[in-house]
């Protein structure tokens, strides 16, 4: 499933190609992916001018000249790739005036898409904790919300209303970068071992970005290309392999229904 690096890759690249963009044509292949009737979805596109592309937790945000907003969440599959050629996955194609089109891609269909007034009409947005690199986001906030939890480390980490954009893949790298136990509870968690999580939070996720996200499963960005973050994930789907730091083998564990990769010896 896309996350934060990933998600911030594909808004970086439609930013650059799609400003100022105006829709001529929605073909929708599949109505699945959309919450809401398809024509009124067509309707509310048509003639409308692309404003402004950011992401908001896992979600791409895109603001039109009617300040209407339509919402894109990938989830497992979903891909936003401009100018390529459609497959069997397209659920939507996007063309515009001065063409140019943008495929929605979703193997699975678990992605979703809609057009709202406010973002505050989904729910998602009205529970999502602050952003990472946001003020709001630093290493006191982290270490008065570890105190009041005794959940396992890894499983708060994942949490969107603590910090939103973290996934499995980051959680897990995130982790090992600090030395911790995944399965630490926060209210076991010093002040000084939270600020390296706060600290390592910042750092992997910008490295992660520089990199174009991880294509583990079949993320691409927005212009169809792999992330090259894969080769620097320490711990992430190397399960009986060599420790990078340590030598031991990397253990694989179920947290919450979610595979936690981790080095035994590395992280207390
Ligand atoms: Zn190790």
Known sequence: MPELPEVQTIVSDLSKSLFNKTFSDVIVHDALVLLGPKRKFIQQLAGQ?????????KAVVIHLGSREILVVQLMMTGQLIFNADSNRHTRVTFTFLDGGKLLYNDQRRFGRLQIVKNLNEIKYFNILGPEPFSKEFNSLYVQKYF?????????????HTFVAGIGNI????????????????TCQISAQE?????????????????????????????????????????VYGREGLDCLKCH?????????????????????
């Open 147 to 159: 105190k009041k939890s005794a959940r396992p480390i890894k499983s708060l980490l994942l949490d």
């Open 49 to 57: 001018t692309i404003k402004k592309i950011i992401r908001r937790g």
């Open 194 to 234: 939270a600020d390296v999580i706060y600290h390592q939070i910042i750092d992997v996720l910008e490295e992660a970005i520089k990199h174009r996200g991880s294509s583990v499963r079949n993320y691409r960005d927005g212009t169809g290309q792999k992330g090259n973050f894969n080769q620097r994930l320490a």
């Open 248 to 268: 031991a083998l990397i253990e694989r564990i179920a947290q919450s229904s979610r595979s936690t990769f981790y080095c035994a010896r590395c992280q207390k």
């Open 170 to 185: 980051y959680a897990c790298e995130i982790l090992f970068r600090s030395g911790i136990s995944p399965k630490r509870l």
